[in-house]
């Protein structure tokens, strides 16, 4: 961030002139926060008013990674779209292919085999454990612990990221999914390695909750920090584990019960005041959640056929009609708006993107807040600039 | 509560409103509410306070972009030609005219149904293409409508900040209309580099030349 305070001299002060400006009368600082600051996750910017350390103003400005994600798929096959979904939410490639194949199931009206619907499961929760482990560390990089838990997080990221490697032949854009169940079938023994990276991660759990979940910095940091409350957070659309975090209880995989969901016995954590801690505390507590669904899907999972027979792969063109398919994905409800006309490409392709939308509330939850704070508040939404400006 | 059924709540509730059903013909079966933009605020305000629908939540708000159609036909129409009336076929032109529509998906959180598909037109694609903002109603569709507002052309009357959100704000065009043509240089846009580069020029003529009034 560029608080140039000596900006007051003429010359260093034409310099900043749009970036920063000085009101002497009320003692503002405007600056603008990014789009190339180490905390923002990426090229996002936050155009921040400053009284003191207080924050009174925060407006986010997108845009910098845009590149319409939707004019592409529209002019292209909706086959050609799958991996161009990988790049969405780059952390969560598989989730965004469930999205997107989900929707275009609704359009066409496939029907998935039961051998790739539990793959599916395990793949999405597997993207949520990663994705969970990683924005804590983050979160924790932006509190001040430099590295340390972050690397624990990645190192356990690794091991997951491997079994997307073996699966997928890919260890980030996967491109996995495909209209009515999966591209390949498991690879012998990925199974048993799946197995036992899901029975040795509860003890990541416990050595991170341990070495977290009590230190005085980070209650100190965090405990009352950026709260949301419910009211708002509805009206404010948003999704996932920050809606949660404020006690509302909304998962969309309870709520749809699309895929397999329904046979699984999870719960869905719910937090109680709503501030950064309890979004902490509701990922901790979604990842073990996670592990329980994994542990019954790599169980319950049998052979069969992984794809529709009557899912056609080349010459795709559904029936004219529109659908809107959506699933939690680990950063809120991502969805997939579709509009077939009767030809090879789709004539709307929207993508509703959570990061984007998650933030419609940055501001209210960061008012009065420090400066310091709001780069802690902002962690905890856990946005991929990919999704947000597509 | 099916679509019919809000469709007739609404028309009791709010005098004058008059939605119409739009079908759909995916096996996704979801059909959709059109609403008339005079009354489209008051019954989207009904659709989220009522206590049976409470659609409390609006999940996605997006865009279409429908272009001018021309249908032909073929019509017998007697003429006199050289004195004796003949039939004589006609191809007649008809233009129905386009246009945008806002599409929202609309959920209950605290009910756990949904979605309810709303969409509203504008009158066509050119110089009429207000529609009233949801944003007052649902804060989620802010940043929404600013993206449709962006990328279609759609102007949403009482939105707050009705900002360009993508695209840069000096740009001109809308690049998801159907009908966009891509500039053939982007550079040729006015962009804030434009101001730059001639300040820097402005400067090295300066400097280049010995009594320092430019070049």
Redesign the interface.
Known sequence: MSTSMEASTPAAHQGFADATMIDHESDLLQISLGPHHPSTHGVFRMDVVLDGERVVKLKPV??YL?R?H??IAESTTYLASIPYTDRLDYMCSLSNNWAYALSVE????LQVPERAEYIRVIAAELTRLQNHASTIGFLMQEMGASGTPLMYAFREREKILDLFEALTGSRMMCNYMRFGGCRVDLPAGWLDQARKTVDEYPRFLDEFESLLASNEILLARTQGVGVLPPK?A??????GPILRASG?N?DIRK?DRYGIYERFDFKVPLGEHGDVYDRYMIRMLEMRESLKILDQALHQITPGPIIDPKAKIRGFR?????????IESPKG?L?F?L??DGTPNPY?Y?V?PPS??N???LEDMCLGSSLADTVVIFGTIDIVLGEV?? | MNLEEIKSTLEAAIPGCSPQIVT?????G?HSLLLDREHAFVAAMFLRDDPTLCL?????V?G?DWLDTETSEKVKVTQLVDGVEKEVDEVRKTRTPGYLEA?Y?LYS?QK?HG?L?VRLRTENRTDSVHLPSFTPI???????EREVFD?FGIIFDGHPDLR?????DEFEDH??RKDYVEPDDYEYEPTPHDAVLKKALEHRNRISTPDGQGA
């Not at chain 1, 609704?106 to 009206?109: D, I, M, R, S, T």
């Not at chain 2, 649902?138 to 929404?144: D, I, L, M, V, Y």
């Not at chain 2, 360009?164 to 840069?168: F, P």
């Open positions: 997108f845009g845009h319409n939707e004019k609704k359009l066409a009206g708002l509805i009206q404010g659309g948003v999704t509302v909304y709520v559904p029936k004219p009609g529109e659908a809107y398919g959506r409800e969805g708006y509009i077939s709307r929207r509703r984007l939308i933030l419609t509330v400006d597509r | 759909n013909g995916s096996p996704s979801q409390d939540y609006c999940s996605n997006t279409l599409v998906h959180m756990k979605p598909v649902w804060r989620s569709a802010e940043f929404q990328l360009r959100i993508l695209m840069w690049p998801m």
